[in-house]
């Protein structure tokens, strides 16, 4: 996604799957999914830490009924079979059945564990992964693979569940890309959780790529 000559396209297609990456696309969440995943209810699953910074937007972009907004603490301890069954408890608590759509909001926690939630509930229902970390767009919610760990190890309990599309938008990575490790380029500041992944393609293919896409973050 990010070490390419020209600019990535709006959208690719990769099985079956939109993958849309355009700054501010935050504000677009509910008008993509009633086109690619139309239900009567929509579910968002997000943490404590992005319901902060993008919820409220996220939860405006749908127009009519408000999306039901489900928040889990952060980080990798939640990813359990308890968050799990909290969130599918509150779902059917809330009346969702089969026509809804789960929106995951945040980084690959979130995107595994709301990605098992559709999986499961009422035996599989859509999701669109909005993905608000840099490994979880460029990795964790691109493939279906979803799921929870448990005291055994990681990922044990899960399912291949493909999102109706991801949703990335690069302006979350403003917040996200918070190690505080930047340097200096031609093309101004590069942060370390930026410049990783272009480190890793430029020595798989062992050669020095220059940068030509025009958003910087
Ligand atoms: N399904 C897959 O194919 C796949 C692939 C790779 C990794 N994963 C999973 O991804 C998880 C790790 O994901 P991660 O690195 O995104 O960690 P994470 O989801 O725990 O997010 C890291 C922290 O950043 C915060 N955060 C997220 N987005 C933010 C934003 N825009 N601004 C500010 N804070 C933000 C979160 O609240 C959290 O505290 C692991 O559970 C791993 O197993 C899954």
Redesign the pocket.
Known sequence: MVARRERAPAALRLLDCDILVEPGLLGSVGAIAARVAPAHRYVIVT????AG??GARVVDSFTGAQPLLLRIP???SH?TRLTWASLTDEMLDAGCGRDTTVIAL???????LA?FVAATFMRGIPVVQV??????MI?????????V?TPAG??LV?AFHQPSAVIADPH?????A?FGVSWSSPLGPIKLDLALPVKREAFDKKQIFRIGFGTRF
């Open positions: 943490d404590d830490t992005v910074h993008y952060p980080g990798e990813k945040g980084g690959g926690v979130v995107g595994d990605g993905p608000t970390t840099l490994l979880a990795d964790a919610s691109i493939g279906g693979k979803t799921g760990d990681k990922n899960g979350a990575l403003r917040v996200s918070g």
